[in-house]
C-alpha cells in the first residue's frame, strides 16, 4: 500500500509490521503483561460519544492554541518513547523535525537512541525532556543539566515506573540492551531488507543518553536497576521542583489525590497516562481515569492526556472531558515505521484531517470551543 493510500492510523501500522523485524515492531507496539491496558486504551474513547451540531459557519477551522506560553498549530503533539530508532532507524531526529514543521511539540525521551542535545537541536524550540529518575542521583542530576543547557522549557518527569513493566512480548523475543544479534534475530532481520539496510547505514541503536552506563553494564538487569528507581517519592518530586526552573510536568498519574498532590508541591501540569499500556495490565484506560481527576483539579493546573490516540476525534474526546492537550506516541510512530520521515508526515496529516473534519460535523469552528456541552446524553455525567 502507498503512504497515500493509507486511510488511517491502523493502516500505517499495518504497513510498519511488514516492514519491520518482529522483535523491533514488538518493541513499540507492545504492552504489559496481557496488553488490556493497551487495547482499553483505545477501546475506550470509541465509547465516548459526542453530538453533531449543525448550521454553524464552519468555513475555517482553527486547531490552535497556546500552552506554557507557547503558540502551536494543533492540540496534539509527540509522546516520548524510548529506542524508537530500533523501531526504524532514524526515527528520533525524523520525528523532532516534523513537530517543528508542523509547530507541535515534541518529548524527547530520556531512553531515546539519539543524544538530546541533537533532539533540541532538531525541535529547535518545539522541544519538551522526558526525565526517568534514576536511582543513581548523579545520573539523574547529569541529565537535567544536559537538559538545561540544551534549552529545552519543559521537563516531563516519569512517574510511573517504580518497577519495570513485564512485556510478555519482550521477553519471547528474547529482547536485550545491547542488542544482540541471536539467530533468530537475524532471520527477522533478513526477512525484512529495507529495515535491515537502513539500520546499517545508522548504526545498532542504543539507549544513547546512557552511553557511560552501557560501557560499565554488565547485564540489562543492571542497566534497568540504575534508570528506574522504586524509592522515587513525593520529596524527591519536589526537590525536583525546586531544582528545576523550566515548566514540570509529572507523567503518569492516574488518581485525583496524586493530581492534587503534584499541584501542591508546585507543578505546572500533570499527564494522564498508563505509559501506553507498557507498565501494568490492570489498570484503568486513560480516557476513564480523566474527569475525576479533572473535577479534583478544578482548573488549578494543566492537564495532559496520552495512551490510547488512534483518530482525530479523539482529541475532542479528551478535550471534552477535560484535558487541556494530548500527546501521541505510537499513532506517529507508526507513521515513521511505515515510511520513514514521509510516513510521519501521513500520520500527521491523517490525524489533522479528521481532527478538522470532526470539528466541522460538531459544529465547532476552533479547538478551544470544544467542551463537556458536546458530550452525548450517555456520557455528560461522566464530565466535569
Not at 493510500?5 to 518493541?27: E, G, K, N, T, V
Not at 483518530?311 to 477535560?322: M, T
Not at 490525524?351 to 455528560?380: K, N
Request: net charge neutral; hydrophobic share 45%; aromatic share 8%.
Amino acid at each position: 500500500m502507498r503512504l497515500d493510500r493509507a486511510a488511517s492510523i491502523d493502516d500505517l501500522r499495518a504497513m510498519a509490521r511488514r516492514r519491520i523485524p518482529r522483535f523491533a515492531f514488538d518493541l513499540v507496539d507492545g504492552g504489559a503483561e496481557s496488553e488490556r491496558n493497551l487495547r482499553r486504551n483505545s477501546a475506550a474513547f470509541e465509547e465516548v460519544e459526542l453530538t453533531p451540531r449543525y448550521m454553524r459557519d464552519v468555513g475555517q477551522i482553527d486547531t490552535g492554541l497556546r500552552l506554557f506560553g507557547q503558540a502551536f498549530a494543533a492540540p496534539f503533539g509527540m509522546a516520548p518513547i524510548g529506542m524508537l530508532n530500533a523501531f526504524w532507524p532514524g526515527a528520533d531526529v525524523m520525528l523532532a523535525r516534523l513537530c517543528k514543521a508542523r509547530n507541535i511539540p515534541y518529548t524527547a525521551s530520556s531512553a531515546a537512541s539519539t543524544p538530546l542535545e541533537t533532539l533540541a537541536e532538531a525541535a529547535d524550540g518545539n522541544g519538551w525532556f522526558q526525565l526517568y529518575v534514576s536511582s543513581d542521583a548523579d545520573v539523574t542530576e547529569g541529565l537535567v543539566v544536559r537538559a538545561e543547557t540544551a534549552g529545552y522549557p519543559v521537563m516531563m518527569v516519569t512517574a510511573d515506573v517504580p518497577a519495570a513493566g513485564k512485556r510478555d512480548r519482550d521477553i519471547r523475543n528474547r529482547l536485550a540492551v545491547p542488542f544482540r544479534f541471536t539467530p533468530d534475530v537475524v532471520l527477522q532481520c533478513a526477512l525484512k531488507p529495507r529495515w535491515s539496510l537502513t539500520s546499517l547505514r545508522h548504526g545498532t541503536p542504543n539507549v544513547a543518553n546512557y552511553a557511560d552506563l552501557l560501557q560499565s553494564a554488565t547485564s540489562y538487569a543492571e542497566v534497568q536497576k540504575t534508570l528506574i528507581t522504586p524509592g522515587f517519592t513525593w520529596d524527591d518530586l519536589a526537590r525536583l521542583r525546586d531544582r528545576w526552573k523550566g515548566r514540570l510536568l509529572v507523567k503518569g498519574i492516574l488518581h485525583p489525590q496524586d493530581a492534587l498532590r503534584c499541584a501542591e508541591i508546585g507543578c505546572d501540569g500533570i499527564v494522564v497516562s498508563n505509559h501506553g499500556g507498557r507498565q501494568v495490565a490492570f489498570g484503568p484506560p486513560t480516557i476513564e481515569a480523566l474527569p475525576p481527576i479533572v473535577r479534583a483539579l478544578g482548573g488549578q493546573m494543566t492537564v495532559l492526556l496520552d495512551s490510547g490516540i488512534r483518530r482525530g476525534a479523539d482529541l475532542l474526546r479528551a478535550k471534552a472531558l477535560g484535558a487541556d492537550f494530548t500527546l501521541a506516541g505510537r499513532a506517529l510512530a507508526f507513521g515513521v515505521g511505515a515510511g520513514g520521515a514521509a510516513g510521519a508526515a501521513r500520520a500527521f496529516e491523517i490525524l489533522e484531517l479528521e481532527l478538522v473534519r470532526a470539528l466541522g460535523q460538531l459544529g465547532a469552528a476552533r479547538f478551544a470551543d470544544v467542551g463537556p456541552d458536546m458530550l452525548s446524553t450517555a456520557v455528560a455525567q461522566a464530565a466535569p
